[in-house]
């Protein structure tokens, strides 16, 4: 209970501003265009592909033919739709797995070194390269004849564990080995953000109680930056289940990608768009295009709830 005579006034009083008075006015007429933007490119496009979802329509010419949820039905029926889903499904578990990892090892390898911002630009850099010219260089490097990593292992003397990397049966472990590359860099950087952030004297107290790499890493490093693994982590459920470029060019463009490099967003742009018959089956690309959003949802709040945790002031 407030102790008498004591103010109820709340610690922050946030101004109100009412619509009505001249500054409201001021202010709606500032978030007017940026509404009005968001409305047109994001909220319309929006409920237009939740409508093309339910029906059966090339996308020109005749008539859109209302369908309901046949299209949703059917591809659950589709054996190539299904693959596509858990391979989405295995990238942002074996790829988000390997890039916590990976990121969680650089930092705690350069954050002491001198040319700590060096590495972490070099480790970086993939993401500031186009796609698809990453795609090229990692073909490059996996290409069965004359690629380098196969002609690596026949310089040394191990020709006999070469193999048809962007063959059907290992394509899309490369794939995964690639995103682990490319974001390996992004995500270092995000985890360095909040290691930085954290007083040396933790570290050092834990060095006087005689605490392994191991535990420092375990009670110290991971509680303290525990809000910013959060962000991390959702910001890794976009990147698994948007990605396109890299995998649809790795996979065979130009014509269609090989199927055994499919995910649902190089299944949407295939069925809606592709060469594949039916040509422009633009309803079944919305139905994957709604499922995926879905799925990002879904998948963002089970991330959020399963992370949730009092953050460590500090």
């Known amino acids: 209970m407030a102790k008498a005579g004591a103010s109820t006034k709340p610690l922050l009083d946030w101004p109100r501003i009412s619509l009505r008075g001249k500054s409201g006015r001021l202010a709606a007429a500032f978030i007017a265009p940026a509404l009005a933007i968001y409305l047109l490119i994001i909220v319309a496009p929006?409920?237009?592909?939740l409508w093309i979802s339910f029906t059966k329509w090339k996308g020109i010419g005749d008539e859109a033919q209302w369908v309901g949820i046949d299209n949703y039905s059917q591809l659950w029926r589709n054996e190539v739709f299904r693959d596509s889903?858990?391979?989405?499904?295995?990238?942002?578990?074996?790829?988000?797995?390997?890039?916590?990892?990976?990121?969680f090892m650089f930092?705690?390898?350069i954050r002491e070194m001198r040319a700590k911002r060096f590495i972490r630009a070099v480790i970086f850099f993939p993401n500031v390269v186009p796609p698809v010219a990453l795609a090229i260089a990692w073909g490059v490097l996996l290409a069965p004849r004359n690629g380098l990593l196969n002609g690596s292992l026949d310089a040394v003397g191990l020709s006999a564990i070469t193999q048809t990397w962007l063959g059907p049966d290992l394509i899309f472990t490369s794939i995964v080995a690639g995103l682990v590359w490319i974001y390996t860099?992004?995500?270092?950087?995000?985890?360095?953000?909040?290691?930085?952030?954290?007083?040396?004297?933790?570290?050092?107290?834990?060095?006087?109680?005689?605490?392994?790499?191991?535990?420092?890493?375990?009670?110290?490093?991971?509680?303290?930056?525990?809000d910013v693994l959060s962000v991390a982590a959702v910001l890794w459920v976009i990147v698994a289940i948007k990605t396109f470029e890299f995998i649809y060019a790795?996979?065979?463009a130009g014509t269609d990608?090989?199927?055994a490099s499919w995910t649902l967003p190089v299944h949407l742009y295939v069925v809606a768009l592709g060469n594949r018959s039916p040509i422009y089956a633009l309803g079944q690309g919305s139905a994957i295009a709604v499922m995926m959003v879905a799925l990002v949802g879904v998948l963002i709040v089970l991330t959020r709830r399963i992370m949730r945790r009092a953050v460590v002031e500090f």
């Open 46 to 49: 929006a409920i237009g592909t």
């Open 85 to 103: 889903f858990e391979r989405t499904l295995l990238v942002l578990v074996a790829g988000g797995a390997a890039v916590f990892v990976c990121g």
């Open 107 to 109: 930092t705690m390898l």
């Open 185 to 226: 860099g992004l995500f270092t950087t995000i985890l360095m953000a909040g290691v930085d952030r954290i007083p040396a004297y933790y570290y050092e107290a834990a060095d006087l109680e005689g605490a392994s790499p191991r535990q420092k890493l375990t009670r110290v490093t991971i509680p303290l930056t525990w």
């Open 250 to 252: 790795l996979g065979g």
């Open 257 to 259: 990608p090989s199927v």
